[in-house]
């Protein structure tokens, strides 16, 4: 048989073989090796075989079994690991994807999935496979791992199948699964740890800011925001993610934590992408940190307030307050409180940003607010590198400490009194008929000093004070003449009669 390449297939005990034979292969394993003698009656006898074995002679046999079968045999299926966890199992018309090392009974090996570095990809229950594979996938978990041994009746029957697989052979299937699903699936969604408080859960259109490790269904980590040391920042809802993580992310509140398991054709399909194989099922561990929508405003909530409140924060005003700021999964960012001193600003002045400025307004002194501001409202997209991240909403604890009344609008000085009628010439004291800057400034601070006159709070003297003598130095010469001085009503009154 060596001599034609080809091994002896034959059914045992039916008379297809010499009675000697027949008798001597009743017994023997797999890759058993028998050197058989077989007496004259018990072989050809008498007449042999012309031209090839003469009469009355007694034949030796070396013989290796390569492979055993019985027309009665069925798929034989062995389990040697099943994960602890088996939520699924394969069922007909599932599509799979697995790692095989497929041998002959004897150990030789045919093929393997492993050598191509890539998994077989089909349908189960369905045609696609040999009868036999079909039904030795059924009932499978992600993960099991399976000798799935198949009789050639149920496999490539008597012809094989033209190339590595002779007629007649029984195979034998090393298998572990690595990733089922149906193409009728949706996404799985296991919430694994939701915040006892949640205000508000996340609709198409909200932008949010998520971390993330992204597995297959065996576990292989392909990618993860950890290692990147940044969230994953997108809208919802709007096809900027796949389509399966767009619907996993909706209803989620800040601070949960959840799966969601999303089948390929609701994730990167056939083809995959990158690390992600093509028909690949996509695990998503997530971890929401904070979300918002583009309409939102700035959120006040107060949460003490002084029974004596009349005198309340507007545009302008000089406030002091302390803040403990931080994102809204709880990561403190910054506080006046550690630095042992309140920050101090003019309100609506463009010192701090605008949602600040907002949640600032119609507070009075003594009371506590939180005050939650939106990242169009903050730092925007950029952020502050290595302070506050893009995107993020900011949740500022404020308490005001201070409050300074400020000037009309528009106003960077006001009298406490009536004005001189001869302004000019108190300022001018020289009486040259010119006012210089610094004549201008030692008048205007000892107005201050005496309380007849009061400038903005919270802005520094010496711009205040060159801003208003350059409003008064009409042909910027550096010197205000008797003409060219005006007070700012009357500025007023001859714009209103010249219109």
């Known amino acids: 048989s060596y001599d034609r390449g080809s091994t002896f297939n034959v059914f045992v005990g039916k008379g297809q073989l010499i009675a000697g034979m027949d008798k001597a292969l009743v017994g023997m394993c797999v890759n058993e090796r028998r050197f058989v003698k077989i007496p004259p009656q018990l072989a050809y006898g008498s007449e042999g075989v012309p031209g090839v074995i003469p009469p009355n002679s007694e034949l030796h046999f070396d013989v290796l079994l390569i492979d055993l079968w019985n027309s009665e045999d069925e798929v034989q299926v062995q389990t040697y690991f099943k994960p602890e966890k088996c939520s699924r199992t394969v069922q007909v018309s599932d599509f799979i994807r697995y790692h095989y090392n497929g041998t002959f009974l004897d150990g030789t090996l045919f093929d393997s999935s492993h050598n191509r570095m890539r998994t077989y990809d089909t349908y189960v229950g369905i045609g696609w496979l040999i009868p036999g594979m079909d039904q030795g996938l059924l009932g499978m978990c992600v993960g099991e791992k399976r000798i799935i041994t198949i009789p050639p009746f149920l496999a490539y029957g008597e ?24 193409p009728k699936d949706g996404i799985t969604i296991e919430n694994q740890q939701v915040p006892e408080s949640c205000e508000r859960r996340s609709q198409t259109g909200d932008f949010l800011r998520y971390h993330y490790n992204g597995t297959l269904l065996d576990g292989t980590l392909f990618d993860s925001s950890y290692s990147r040391n940044r969230t994953y920042d997108t809208y919802v809802g709007k096809g900027y993610v796949i389509a399966g993580m767009d619907e996993g992310l909706l209803g989620v509140c800040t601070g949960e934590k959840r799966r969601i398991i999303i089948p390929p054709h609701l994730g990167y399909g056939e083809e995959g992408r990158g690390k992600i194989p093509g028909s690949a099922v996509l695990v998503f561990d997530i971890h929401v940190v904070d979300f918002h929508n583009p309409s939102d405003s700035v959120s006040i909530t ?43 600003i003019v309100l609506g002045s463009g010192q701090v940003v605008v949602g600040m400025d907002m949640g600032l307004q119609d507070m009075c002194v003594g009371e506590r607010r939180t005050v939650v501001i939106p990242p169009h409202l903050g730092y925007g997209e950029d952020g502050v590198e290595g302070e506050v991240p893009g995107s993020a909403v900011l949740v500022f604890d404020i308490e005001l400490v201070e409050l300074v ?44 000093d005496s309380g007849k006159g009061k400038l903005a709070p919270g802005f520094d003297f010496e711009k205040i004070v060159k801003n208003m003598f350059t409003n008064q130095d009409r042909d910027g010469n550096g010197k205000v003449t008797a003409e060219e001085f005006k007070l700012k009503d009357q500025e007023a009154k001859e714009e209103h009669d010249e219109l």
């Open 302 to 344: 107060v949460n003490y307030k002084p029974p004596n409140c009349t005198v309340l924060s507007k545009k302008g005003d000089y406030l002091k307050y302390h803040y403990n700021a931080s994102l809204l999964d709880g990561t403190l960012l910054d506080s006046t409180h550690s630095l042992g001193k309140t920050y101090n």
């Open 159 to 182: 012809e094989g199948d033209g190339k590595e697989i002779p007629g007649q052979a029984s195979l034998v299937f090393d298998v572990v699964l690595l990733d089922l699903h149906n």
């Open 405 to 448: 009344s400020g000037l009309p609008e528009g106003y960077m000085f006001v009298w406490n009194g009536e004005v001189s009628p001869n302004l000019f010439e108190e300022i001018d004291k020289n009486r040259d008929g010119e006012v210089l800057l610094e004549e201008f400034s030692e008048y205007i601070r000892a107005q201050v």
